[in-house]
């Protein structure tokens, strides 16, 4: 019966290898859009639009675009941005979901409840009183107005608050018996047993806010503050017509750095899972 079941498990196998490879093609197809037409002159792009292949491809939109822009700004200003917000939900979001998970203390269920509401609300929903307070403090056009609404993450809470539930009591009050302050619980404790829901948070949290148009847009007016990509939509207003194939070539930059980081953390993350798995 073995035997005669081996074969319908590799042809299954087979099958769902062909499906995920399907649907990698199909999650990749824009990617691999955007990559050509950022290749093909202007004239070819305008003449055949759904030709796929480039007939005499070339760099020079990409050429434009670093002369158009002062990228190593947008791209300073971006990183800086997206790495603070990351590093700041991660810092407040420990203490934040240890209380929430391992603490007793009145209305704790009440407080879970409304952190969990404010991910019911989005960002443009507080833009005004947001925008508000950072005027009367001075902040517009600052890399400071960008970082810190977002400094704390309902989101982030909730993940290391899910998490903690699995870390045993006793291993806490054991650390506390050894006179291990809670700071010290927390950050040396049990943040290396959380690391990935920690890196999966980083990874939600950069990207997220690596490719941000609107918050930048709203708070930003010169290229001080200007992020990555609020400058390459500004492409689109060059000239007397949108110049796709320099559009494109600007996404395909704006996208290479979250894709790289996507791709580091997520080997972290992988390792950090099996390596937390094989210890039981």
């Known amino acids: 019966m073995s035997t005669a079941r081996a074969p319908r498990q590799a042809l299954s196998a087979c099958a769902g290898q062909a499906l995920l490879g399907v649907v990698a093609l ?23 639009p759904t030709a796929f292949w480039p007939q005499h491809a070339s ?48 209305g704790k269920k009440w407080a879970f409840a409304l952190v969990l509401s404010t991910l019911l609300v989005p960002a ?26 977002f400094g704390v993450s309902a989101l982030g809470t909730f993940l290391v608050r899910q998490a903690l539930l699995s870390v045993p009591d006793a291993q ?29 948070l980083f990874l939600f949290s950069f990207v997220s806010h690596w490719n941000d148009y609107f918050w930048p847009l709203v708070l930003t007016t010169d290229d001080h503050a200007r992020t990555l ?24 930059i704006l996208s290479l750095p979250a894709l790289a980081i996507f791709a580091l953390a997520q080997k972290q993350l992988l390792r950090a899972i099996t390596v937390r798995g094989l210890g039981g």
Do not use: C
């Open 229 to 252: 990509p609020v400058a390459i939509a500004l492409l689109r207003e060059q000239g007397t017509g949108v110049r796709w194939h320099i559009v494109m070539a600007g996404n395909v």
């Open 59 to 106: 760099f020079d939109a990409y050429r434009e675009v670093f002369r158009s822009l002062p990228l190593a700004r947008y791209f300073l200003n971006t990183s800086v941005m997206a790495f603070s917000i990351a590093a700041l939900q991660i810092a407040l979001a420990l203490p934040a979901g240890y209380a929430l998970a391992k603490l007793r203390f009145p």
């Open 172 to 200: 806490i009050e054991a650390a506390r018996i050894d006179g291990a302050s809670e700071l010290y619980i927390i950050y040396r404790l049990l943040a290396p047993l959380l690391r990935p829901t920690l890196v999966s």
């Open 124 to 149: 443009q929903v507080r833009f005004v009183p947001v925008f508000s307070l950072l005027a009367q403090a001075g902040l517009v056009n600052t890399l400071s107005a960008l970082i810190l609404p």
């Open 26 to 48: 199909i999650w990749l197809f824009p990617y691999l859009w955007m990559g050509v037409t950022s290749l093909k002159p202007l004239n070819e792009i305008i003449g055949s």
